[in-house]
């Protein structure tokens, strides 16, 4: 069986989510069985298209065709022909579709084949869930993620439940959750207290993260220490003394090492997929704190993992409890069990091996 996954959005949570995916389908025993093919987009700036090759599973075959994140009919017109022309040397049996762009030109370029093919799509969040555009904008991606899947058909195959809850409403779709690499993590996991408790995130400084909402929190909470693991063209929103930048680290375990060194992973987004960086402090046994929005609450269990925020004031409480070492001991332990039950990339991906063979 030849499978071909296709990606934009290669970056951030989702780089992590295909490398592992590399790494399970280039396995040796998995080989016999699926032969797989990654096309992707190298234009992301956290990510060095360079290092692609030797962080990715060299079981699988790579692909590199030029995608742009926003609208442009040329650009699009020309990366469509380009993954056509991959597809047609391929002839894959299953093609899976990553993020909106990769689903629009992606079921345009297997329509042209003209040879019936199964098509899976996974959103990593849908764009008209953003807040950063205008909601006519919204109206008009919801439009058309429902006349693709009319006109092309295919499954969504979900990353979270409540992205889930959303596809059900489109049309046909199942469930597979994003998974870690619970084994690779654990390895930078160290138990240690901060002399000042060290609050952070892991992300690129966009609108999908509300910079300007973690910087409102450093500044009400000056006796805490905060740190930004990343870089981003929203940077400049960013002014509270007491938070750190680490700039762009293309290093995981530099990443692993540094997000081990918080004491609570705060996670300010404005709309999400299923967001691994939390995925990740999990496992690391971080109590998080998040907004509570799709995404954030289908991996927080409040008060059980962390909890889950509408509104700044409720930090008051929560960072009130957290100070608490024994606390922060107990909601850490809670969240790494969560992630052993529920986000294992190896049971996770042997779900979706499971819908691509039946």
Known sequence: MKVVHIIEALGGGVYTYFADLS????????????????????????????????????????VEVNMVREFSPLADLKSTFKLWRELKKINPDIIHLHSSKASVLGRIAAFFLFKKKKVFYTPHGYAFLRTDIAAVKR??????????????????????DTEYEIAQKIGKSKLVRNGIDLLAIRKYFLPHQN???????VARITAARKPELFNEIAKRFPEFDFIWIGDGELKHLITAPNIKFTGWILDKKTVLKTL???DIYLQTSAWEGLPIAVLEAMALQKPVV??????????????ETGFLFDDIGELETYFGILEEAKMR??????????????????????????????
Not at 330 to 358: H, I, M, P, V
């Open 329 to 358: 001991t107990e909601l850490g332990k809670n969240a790494f069990a969560r992630c052993e039950d529920l986000f294992d990339k190896n049971k996770n991906f042997k779900q979706l091996l499971d819908l691509y063979t039946k």
């Open 260 to 262: 081990n060194s918080i």
């Open 195 to 201: 002399s000042k408790l060290t609050i952070g995130i």
């Open 290 to 303: 998040a907004t509570n929005i799709i995404g954030n609450k289908d991996v927080v269990l409040h008060n």
């Open 139 to 160: 109206k008009f991606y919801w439009q058309i993620e429902k006349r693709m899947q009319q006109f092309f058909g295919g499954i969504t195959i979900a990353c979270g």
């Open 23 to 62: 790494t399970f389908f280039g396995d040796a025993e998995i080989r016999n069985d699926v032969n797989t093919t990654i096309i992707y987009s190298g234009n992301r700036k956290e990510i060095d298209p360079k290092k692609v090759r030797s962080e990715f599973s060299s079981g699988v075959s790579l």
